[in-house]
């Protein structure tokens, strides 16, 4: 069965440190998206990637960078890591049909 | 820009009550409307969806009717169960955002044996 996975899924690191969230779809799917889910604010979009070597920014993509190689790959990294961006982040894949199918997501504490 | 506005939670309810989580949004153009459920430690999970005017979305006796002309997309169900509670978010993908989703702040259901 077709999959998105998102490692680590607990992460704890300290102010400056940069990090990387993997994510890896088996859907075959073009569109990949990172969101962030806050208390109060739902998910917001942080980047978005329609396809191979393409990467948008979203909403909130200050402090944060991806980047596209292949199908089947988007790491979100930070570069700089702040305790503003302890959040929990989710990855996702969609089809034109805009549907999307979310990854389990990976807790982010920044001490 | 697009967004959208759902009712504060939480929502408390007993068993085999009727749920209503009211979702309105403002776009431009023809948005396609959905509801997520996230279940505690885990991602979303499309509940329904719905692409265009008077289309009416249903899902494991969930449902929820596009309305262009109240902008909103409510969700509702006939006889919650304990199993439902979740935190449920209402969201639009239009043409300000291509495919990505705009969410909602999300609603919790807390139902009660």
């Known amino acids: 069965d077709a999959e998105i996975t998102q490692s680590p899924r607990h992460k704890i690191t300290e102010t400056g440190r940069q990090v990387t969230l993997a994510c890896h779809q088996t859907?075959?799917?073009?569109?990949m998206f990172w969101y962030r889910q806050d208390l109060g604010h739902g998910l917001r979009l942080i980047h978005y990637?329609?396809?191979?070597?393409?990467?948008n920014k979203g909403e909130v993509s200050d402090g944060y960078s991806v980047s596209r190689s292949n199908t089947e790959d988007l790491p979100l990294t930070l570069e700089s890591a702040a305790s503003s961006q302890t959040s929990v982040y989710f990855c996702?894949?969609?089809?034109?049909?805009?549907?999307?199918?979310f990854g389990p997501g990976t807790r982010l504490t920044v001490t | 820009g697009d967004s959208v506005t759902q009712m504060e939670g939480p929502v408390t309810l007993s068993e085999e009550a009727f749920l209503t989580i009211n979702c309105t949004y403002t776009?431009?153009?023809?948005?396609?409307l959905f509801w997520y459920v996230q279940y505690p430690g885990e991602g979303l999970q499309l509940l329904l969806k719905?692409?265009?005017?008077?289309d009416k979305g249903s899902n494991k006796g969930f449902e929820a009717t596009y309305r262009k002309e109240t902008t909103s997309f409510h969700l509702e169900k006939g006889s919650v169960q304990v199993s439902d509670s979740a935190v449920y978010f209402c969201?639009?993908?239009?043409?300000?955002?291509?495919?990505?989703?705009?969410f909602g702040k999300g609603t919790s259901l807390l139902v009660t044996p």
């Open positions: 996702a894949t969609g089809d034109s049909g805009y549907e999307q199918y």
């Open positions: 859907w075959n799917h073009n569109n």
């Open positions: 990637s329609y396809g191979v070597q393409d990467t």
């Open positions: 776009a431009t153009g023809y948005p396609s």
């Open positions: 719905a692409t265009k005017a008077d």
């Open positions: 969201a639009l993908s239009g043409s300000n955002s291509g495919y990505a989703l705009n």
